[in-house]
T-cell receptor
Framework: AQRVTQPEKLLSVFKGAPVELKCNYSYSGSPELFWYVQYSRQRLQLLLRHISRESIKGFTADLNKGETSFHLKKPFAQEEDSAMYYCALPPQAGAQKLVFGQGTRLTINP | DTGVSQDPRHKITKRGQNVTFRCDPISEHNRLYWYRQTLGQGPEFLTYFQNEAQLEKSRLLSDRFSAERPKGSFSTLEIQRTEQGDSAMYLC???????????????FGPGTRLTVL
């Protein structure tokens, strides 16, 4: 079965420090990966997807097929980055649903 | 607010009672999803509609669960004979038709938090 693993439930860093949220997946073929974010008292929303190769709010994520990883990175954390972050993928090409990791709560300390 | 809306936002019920939740997707989104999220976990897929057709159901969706989308617009999720293990956040999401899709994004509602006593 396709799986998404986020090994860290909690991650705490200081403002201005680099951030890396880990995501590993199991998937046959070329996956389509997403990072979703949920800020306090807000709904779950898309942060970025690997196909777009964009930088959103300073975050980037590179798909590493060799390591089956899609880690989310930001060079300088800001307090407003504190949130729950979920890595997700469709379990197979063309699937409508998403399989989510368990999430990582990121806290940025002042 | 033109986003996905869900009603109610919170529901407390006693074990054995039936509950029904409603989801109104973004206008013109023909795809609609239900997920369940328990404490400390990511959302887990329950079911998927394309227009009014329910095209996929998870094994998580036991016989006590039923979902409908009768006119291809709003959807309801009913849980019969609730159990304490049904306590969770129930999330609804929608997305546009594939031909209009830009990012593959699913747009989530605020969720309905169910507590079964």
């Amino acid at each position: 079965a396709q799986r998404v693993t986020q090994p860290e439930k909690l991650l705490s860093v200081f403002k201005g420090a680099p951030v890396e949220l880990k995501c590993n997946y199991s998937y046959s073929g070329s996956p389509e990966l997403f990072w979703y974010v949920q800020y306090s008292r807000q709904r779950l929303q898309l942060l970025l997807r690997h196909i777009s190769r964009e930088s959103i709010k300073g975050f980037t994520a590179d798909l590493n097929k060799g390591e089956t990883s899609f880690h989310l990175k930001k060079p300088f954390a800001q307090e407003e980055d504190s949130a729950m972050y979920y890595c997700a993928l469709p379990p197979q090409a063309g699937a409508q649903k998403l399989v989510f990791g368990q999430g990582t709560r990121l806290t940025i300390n002042p | 607010d033109t986003g996905v809306s869900q009603d109610p936002r919170h529901k407390i019920t006693k074990r054995g009672q039936n509950v029904t939740f409603r989801c109104d997707p973004i206008s013109e989104h023909n795809r609609l999803y239900w997920y369940r999220q328990t404490l400390g976990q990511g959302p887990e897929f329950l079911t998927y509609f394309q227009n009014e057709a329910q095209l996929e159901k998870s094994r998580l969706l036991s016989d006590r669960f039923s979902a409908e989308r009768p006119k291809g617009s709003f959807s309801t999720l009913e849980i019969q004979r609730t159990e304490q293990g049904d306590s969770a956040m129930y999330l609804c999401a929608s997305s546009p038709p594939r031909w209009r899709e830009v990012s593959g994004e699913q747009f989530f509602g605020p969720g309905t938090r169910l507590t079964v006593l």
